[in-house]
């Protein structure tokens, strides 16, 4: 799995280096089998994102993307969105994904997170429970569209160096979702919109589709 991310990524347009970063040996021996970079970090990260900042503080860049290896579907156009946020305009400073929902499953699915956006694509809200749904009706035809979050981030190095560095957050416990740390603190983290719904590999059950999908020949 983490080979087809791999593979996706460096066929990103916008992406000039892709590393992967980990602090477990079986991880690096298998990303050197297939020829891939890898960097080995520090065990007692409490989070990707701690993870990824001490690879970044090494790095002369930009723009750090953060491509996680549970999204072995993520197309290379979707890596190219969340950095062409970054690129192309300076006020940005964290980037991100979201889709429509269409399954109507996914409303009450806690392993779909949902975000609220306003009308300048900037995310309000993370949540695993539903976001904008009427009470009593539900999400009715009139309602407005519900977003799904998709877990990839792009940050302006400066920035993800200060992310590493601030406190976990009350909502960011409470929902498990460490980009409320993000709002939470103040700053604010740009959304684009894409027609792509990877599936992440959050479950086995998401495991079992994912493999289908490539056996009945996804790209890969």
Request: net charge negative; charged share 25%; glycine share 6%.
């Amino acid at each position: 799995m983490v080979e087809h991310v791999y593979r996706r990524a460096e066929a990103a347009a916008l992406v000039e280096t892709v590393v992967v970063a980990t602090d477990d040996e079986r991880i690096a021996s298998a990303v050197a089998a297939f020829g891939g970079q890898v960097r080995m970090t520090r065990a007692d990260h409490a989070s990707g994102t701690d993870r990824l900042a001490e690879v970044a503080d090494t790095l002369a860049c930009d723009v750090v993307v953060n491509v996680q290896a549970d999204e072995p579907l993520i197309e290379p156009h979707m890596i190219d969105a969340v950095v062409a946020a970054c690129l192309n305009d300076p006020v940005v400073v964290m980037s991100t994904l979201r889709c429509r929902i269409r399954d109507t499953a996914d409303l009450q699915d806690p392993h779909v997170v949902k975000v609220a956006v306003g009308r300048d694509g900037y995310a309000l809200f993370f949540s695993r429970a539903a976001i904008g749904l009427d009470p009593v009706s539900g999400h009715g035809p009139a309602a407005p569209p519900v977003f799904k979050h998709i877990g990839l981030y792009a940050y302006r190095r400066p920035f993800l160096l200060t992310l590493s560095r601030l406190e976990p957050t009350p909502l960011e416990r409470a929902e498990r979702l460490e980009q409320l740390r993000v709002l939470e603190h103040g700053y604010r983290i740009m959304t684009t919109e894409t027609e792509h719904d990877p599936i992440g590999v959050d479950t086995p059950a998401d495991l079992e589709r994912v493999r289908g999908l490539v056996a009945a020949g996804a790209p890969v």
